[in-house]
T-cell receptor
Framework: NAGVTQTPKFRVLKTGQSMTLLCAQDMNHEYMYWYRQDPGMGLRLIHYSVGEGTTAKGEVPDGYNVSRLKKQNFLLGLESAAPSQTSVYFC??????????????FGPGTRLTVL | AQSVTQLDSQVPVFEEAPVELRCNYSSSVSVYLFWYVQYPNQGLQLLLKYLSGSTLVKGINGFEAEFNKSQTSFHLRKPSVHISDTAEYFCAVTLYNNNDMRFGAGTRLTVKP
């Protein structure tokens, strides 16, 4: 099992450009999450999904959109990137039963720089 | 909404010494509590979690934490640290009926030889 994977690992954008970050999980988890990590602020939830075709806003959703067309994938989009979106982005997934109940599994992260 | 405060941003300690990383949370309802570790340039890995039952929770790599409801705390402890424990540690909380996990700002543990 690969667990949670994220594509790409690094990206540099210019202000105003758009991009999509891809998260994939092979654990058949229902829930998926997107976080951003900034120095001294821990992780903050951007958007999450409780199942295929459903999404919800987290703590810091402005400037981002998401889609969950397939259960195993969760996409994070930036329509018009801003320097304030320079961050490390983490995807996570969570199952609803079993030994790992309520445990989130994290991907390796995507480091995004917006110039 | 629930929130988490990690009381120390940095904790330097010598190898084989004991360590405690402090975490306090605020919530008006029952919670689940977690500690995650992040090694440089990696994602987060679960150390331990409290869902219910015994308030003393044992995790991986010799770490343990104690849930104290009256003090709304969930401090992480290890009796003897190794150089390899150098990492950033995050405390996190979710409500029983909520998918929104809130993280503390993190504590950077540095173990010196």
């Amino acid at each position: 099992n690969a667990g949670v994977t994220q594509t790409p690992k690094f990206r540099v954008l210019k202000t105003g450009q758009s991009m999509t970050l891809l998260c994939a999980q092979d654990m058949n988890h229902e829930y998926m999450y997107w976080y951003r990590q900034d120095p001294g602020m821990g992780l903050r939830l951007i958007h999450y999904s409780v199942g295929e075709g459903t999404t919800a806003k987290g703590e810091v959703p402005d400037g981002y959109n998401v889609s969950r067309l397939k259960k195993q994938n969760f996409l994070l989009g930036l329509e018009s990137a801003a320097p304030s979106q320079t961050s490390v982005y983490f995807c996570a997934s969570k199952g609803v039963s079993g030994k790992a109940y309520n445990e989130q599994f994290f991907g390796p992260g995507t480091r995004l720089t917006v110039l | 909404a629930q929130s988490v405060t990690q009381l120390d941003s940095q904790v330097p300690v010598f190898e084989e010494a004991p360590v405690e990383l402090r975490c306090n949370y605020s919530s008006s309802v029952s919670v689940y509590l977690f500690w995650y570790v992040q090694y440089p340039n990696q994602g987060l890995q679960l150390l331990l979690k409290y869902l219910s039952g015994s308030t003393l929770v044992k995790g991986i790599n010799g770490f343990e934490a104690e849930f104290n409801k009256s003090q709304t705390s969930f401090h992480l402890r290890k009796p003897s640290v190794h150089i390899s424990d150098t990492a950033e540690y995050f405390c996190a909380v979710t409500l029983y009926n909520n998918n929104d996990m809130r993280f503390g700002a993190g504590t950077r543990l540095t173990v010196k030889p």
